[in-house]
Structures are given as C-alpha cells and as structure tokens.
C-alpha cells in the first residue's frame, strides 16, 4: 500500500511541474500578421497595375516576428530645421523638412533617427498634418533587406515618446520596379547595427 500511495504521489508532482501552455492568441503576433498580409496585397496591388511582371506574396518576405525591436523612443523636436527638397529615384523632389531627432535603445545600444515631414503631401491634404516619415540603413542592407534602405511611418505623438517598431518597416516600391518616385534614404539616417525585423527583400528575377 506505502507503494502505491508513493506511485500516485510521484504522477502528481510530474503533472504539476509540466508547464502550462496557454491556448491564448498572442494579440502581438496577430497585429504584426494582419500588418504583413495586408502589406503584401498592398505590393502586389500597387506592383502589378503595370503587368511587365506578376508579382505573388512570396516576392515580399518578411523577417520572423520579433518583439524585441519594438522600443520606445524619446523624441526631440527640431523646430528651425530648414526645408530641403528630397533626393529622389525619379525626377520629383519633394520638400521636406527634419520635425525631430528620436533617441532609442536596441541591443545595449543608443541610436539615434531623424523623423521627416512631407511638406508637400501636408499641402495637399490635410490627411497627412500628422504624418511623418523614417527612411533609415541598417546593417542588414544588400544581406537581407533591401540596399537602398527600408522606411517606417509613424503620427506626430502628443507627447515626447513614441513607439517604434521595426517589424513594420518596409521597402520603397522603387525596390521591384523603377516607374516609382522613392526618397533616397539620408546616409545620415543609419542605424549602426542589424535589425533582421520587418520587410526583407528578395530580387525577383
């Protein structure tokens, strides 16, 4: 009998030092998943109204999905930046101007990006008052991601901080077809270490 009651005692403890796995959807990795689908049909919307090539959702590869590059970020405005016309991949030259400096940390170490306003788009609609624009290299360049540099959107926050994530980031349409009209990110603008989150980039030949 002191066997048994031992057995039943060692299959009770086995079972509550099992881990329990919880059934809940992660809402995070469903909110990245939502974004990554819809931007995809985006591309494909966007690529293939010129019919030179058919471009499918596995031309548009995105890296694994991961928390740890969505930071918070302190924001520094830049009220007397000068206004300066935007290189771009086409003959347009947008004018631009710096709204502010944002200050994050990533992997033990500050980095420091400029937000931009779109003067231009903010004249013609007043949709874009509160939009800002970071195109941005890091060193996944030309290994994985896109050479010329990847892009974020973010909205003028009512406060100093704001979210960045890099799991939106994403490529200039210019990337897969030259008719487009893409700003070329600011060598300035560069993140001085890898970030294998957001769009990849896979030339399709």
């Known amino acids: 009998m002191r066997n048994l009651y031992a057995l039943l005692l060692l299959v009770f403890c086995a079972s509550c030092s099992k881990k329990v796995v919880s059934s809940e959807p992660n809402p995070y990795l469903q909110e990245i998943t939502t974004f990554q689908t819809k931007e995809k049909r985006t591309y494909m919307d966007a690529l293939n109204v010129f019919g030179e090539q058919d471009f499918v959702e596995s031309d548009f590869p995105f890296y694994p999905i991961d928390q740890m590059y969505k930071v918070e970020a302190r924001l520094t405005l830049t009220p007397d930046s000068e206004v300066f ?3 771009t991949s086409g003959k347009k030259t947008p ?3 710096a709204y502010g400096n944002i200050s994050f940390e990533l992997g033990g170490e500050s980095h420091t990006l400029t937000l931009y306003e779109n003067l ?3 004249a013609k609609s007043a949709e874009y008052a509160d939009y800002l624009f970071c195109p941005f290299y890091d060193y996944t360049n030309g290994e994985g991601s896109y050479g010329g540099g990847r892009y974020l959107d973010f909205s003028k ?3 100093d901080t704001l979210i960045v994530d890099f799991n939106k980031c994403y490529n200039p349409y210019c990337a ?8 070329i990110t600011p060598r300035e603008n560069t993140v001085n270490a890898a970030i ?3 769009m990849m980039y896979a030339e399709k030949m």
Not at 176 to 183: A, E, G, Q, S, V
């Open 95 to 97: 004018r631009y101007r």
């Open 85 to 87: 016309e935007m290189p």
């Open 157 to 159: 926050p009512d406060g």
């Open 120 to 122: 231009d788009l903010q």
């Open 176 to 183: 897969y077809l030259d008719k487009f009209n893409c700003p």
């Open 196 to 198: 294998p989150a957001g």
